[in-house]
């Protein structure tokens, strides 16, 4: 099982970035795949995870209405389109996985998942 995080950088507070996340070793079909970050001093935080069991997604309160999670499961790839993005969305985002979903997208966001790839570093400045 891989996950690649792909698309971070550096953006002005207002603007956007889209991330992906490339799954390789399962099948999206019967996953749950999720996003996560980690700011500096901060504890980790599950803002959007997606769950096949039920087809739900979750968002944490920090990121609804602002960010957006998708999948392509022909491509077996994860998005995370950021939009109206802050300085504290400052963060290593992370993509994780559980190749077979039993549970909702919320228990995933609030208690993690299986399988971690390397993070992407996302930057908002003022």
């Known amino acids: 099982v891989q996950l690649q995080a792909s698309g971070g950088g550096l953006v002005q507070s207002g603007g956007s970035l889209r991330l992906s996340c490339d799954a390789s070793?399962?099948?999206?079909?019967?996953?749950?795949i999720g996003w996560f970050r980690q700011a500096p001093g901060k504890e980790r935080e599950g803002i959007s995870c997606?769950?096949?069991?039920?087809?739900?997604?979750y968002y944490a309160d920090s990121v609804k209405g602002r960010f957006t999670m998708s999948t392509n499961n022909y491509r077996n790839t994860a998005y995370l389109h950021l939009d109206s993005l802050k300085p504290e969305d400052t963060a290593v985002y992370y993509c994780?996985?559980?190749?077979?979903?039993?549970?909702?997208?919320?228990?995933?966001?609030?208690?993690?998942?299986?399988?971690w790839g390397e993070g992407t570093l996302v930057t908002v400045s003022s």
């Open positions: 070793g399962f099948t999206l079909d019967y996953a749950a």
């Open positions: 994780a996985a559980n190749i077979v979903s039993a549970a909702s997208s919320s228990w995933y966001c609030h208690n993690g998942m299986d399988y």
């Open positions: 997606f769950s096949s069991r039920d087809g739900s997604v």
